[in-house]
């Protein structure tokens, strides 16, 4: 099937671009003609700035359940994880596909074309399989579905509860549900994943959950020689403490003990990367390793601010994620990036809105395995969304600077259309295949909470 949209402004990549007709077929960019002034007869008529799908490369799905909940009073991340562990421990596979469900939907709605789901929830209560060891992450891969997105299911290694200065712990709790024992039972249990019948909307990718719940002596040289060819993402030092006990037991930062075993890539992504010394950040850039920053995220859980700006002149790509979805809004991620470095430097300019919108879109489709994605051009996957110039947040601006408009100003409430595979699964604002993602959530995680209180 056939389909041409027509964009009353587009970014190209390097500008804005008024008037672009674009024709997709079976789920491709097939034609992309500038100067139309005007809507080609048949053509669907997409009013604002059209970007490429926005792409975010590090999620937990899970963790939606806990917005409002974990803003409450004070902490840290090792108490905002306790909280966590509480959702984790009481979701089944039915369950759980009804909260991603719908938080696939609110992505889809913030123009979100493609999560990276960082997928660790895998077993039953007490850490044994389901009758089908991978019915959790197939419950991801359908909700995905659903929602009308792509989904790379980033299945994880994560095998010990923690790392002190005296060594690795073992798995309690709802930790429990997480661990496959040894790596190579991980190994045997990702390898049925992808069996074939995934669907055109899914890829399957891996990660080691951290230095932290994975070690030297389960075989990383063996976990790099497995996923060599798969996008493959890990948590890299988010936490002051995880470099204290990995300096304190192995002698060397996790990066440098990852770097010793062959770990890094060009198609692997660091996730956070918030403590990083120099010598860790050449580490990254000369692998030309991705880097998926989570800015709300860190800062909500009041994690520090990462040294993208040196990440990216090491030769580092950068990716965004929403993380723990403290908000689920990419473009906030992206001028976050910039922001927040203007706090920490007291200077203005890091980033140009390009930069920013590549970090959104090319990169972040990138170290997801989809790099046919994230651009508008003849070839790609047909995934765009549209952003509104004619909000309270986004109107004035001359549409020459719609792009600075669009990172700058707009959030997820301007995403007016979202395009995924050529099909609309947002239209003016409207979710076209779940009928209330707002309701839809309020009762997942209804659900969710009632089973944490009883």
């Not at 491709?28 to 700035?49: H, K, Q």
């Not at 860790?280 to 989570?294: E, F, K």
């Amino acid at each position: 099937m056939q389909v041409t949209y027509w964009l009353e402004h587009a970014w190209l990549g390097t500008h804005v671009e008024p008037g672009v007709a674009l024709t997709a077929a079976d789920g491709r960019i097939t034609e992309v003609r500038t100067a139309v002034p005007e809507p080609p007869p048949g053509a669907t008529v997409l009013r604002g700035l059209t970007l490429p799908g926005l792409a975010n490369a590090h999620s937990h799905a899970f963790h939606r359940a806990l917005r409002g909940t974990v803003q409450v009073g004070t902490g840290t991340f090792w108490t905002w994880r306790e909280l966590m562990y509480s959702v984790a421990y009481h979701l089944t596979p039915d369950s759980y596909f009804e909260l991603a469900r719908a938080v696939y939907g609110e992505m889809a709605l913030a123009g979100i074309t493609c999560v990276g789901e960082f997928h660790y929830l895998h077993h039953q209560l007490d850490g044994t399989p389901y009758a089908d060891p991978n019915a959790m992450g197939r419950a991801l891969i359908a909700a995905a579905a659903e929602a009308g997105i792509r989904i790379t299911l980033l299945d994880t290694a994560y095998l010990h509860g923690g790392l002190a200065r005296g060594g690795y712990q073992p798995l309690e709790g709802a930790q429990r549900r997480f661990g496959d024992g040894t790596a190579d039972r991980w190994h045997a249990r990702w390898s049925q994943l992808d069996d074939g019948d995934l669907g055109d909307h899914a890829r399957i990718g891996a990660a080691l959950h951290s230095v932290r719940a994975f070690s030297d002596r389960d075989g990383y040289k063996l976990f790099a020689e497995w996923t060599r060819d798969t996008p493959t993402h890990i948590h890299l030092s988010e936490q002051p403490g995880e470099n204290e006990a990995c300096l304190a037991f192995h002698g060397r930062t996790p990066a440098r003990l990852l770097a010793d075993s062959g770990f890094w890539g060009p198609h692997t992504t660091a996730v956070h990367a918030t403590h990083l010394t120099g010598e860790d950040i050449s580490l990254l850039g000369r692998a030309g390793s991705t880097v998926c920053m989570c800015p709300t995220t860190e800062r909500d859980l009041a994690d520090g601010i990462g040294p993208a700006p040196q990440l990216r002149r090491a030769g580092s790509p950068l990716s965004l994620g929403s993380d723990s979805h403290a908000v689920i809004d990419i473009l906030e991620e992206a001028r976050a990036l910039e922001l927040d470095e203007r706090l920490r430097s007291r200077t203005r300019g890091h980033w140009t809105a390009a930069q920013l919108l590549r970090a959104a879109t090319e990169d972040g489709h990138a170290c997801l395995g989809w790099a046919d994605a994230g651009r508008l051009e003849a070839g790609a996957l047909a995934d765009f969304t549209t952003v509104a110039l004619d909000s309270v947040r986004t109107a004035g601006p001359h549409p020459r600077l719609a792009a600075e408009t669009a990172v700058f100003a707009a959030s997820a409430a301007d995403i007016r259309h979202t395009v995924v595979a050529g099909r609309q699964i947002v239209r003016d604002g409207a979710h076209q295949l779940i009928d209330d993602v707002p309701g839809a959530l309020a009762a997942a995680i209804a659900a969710v909470v009632r089973g944490t209180t009883g």
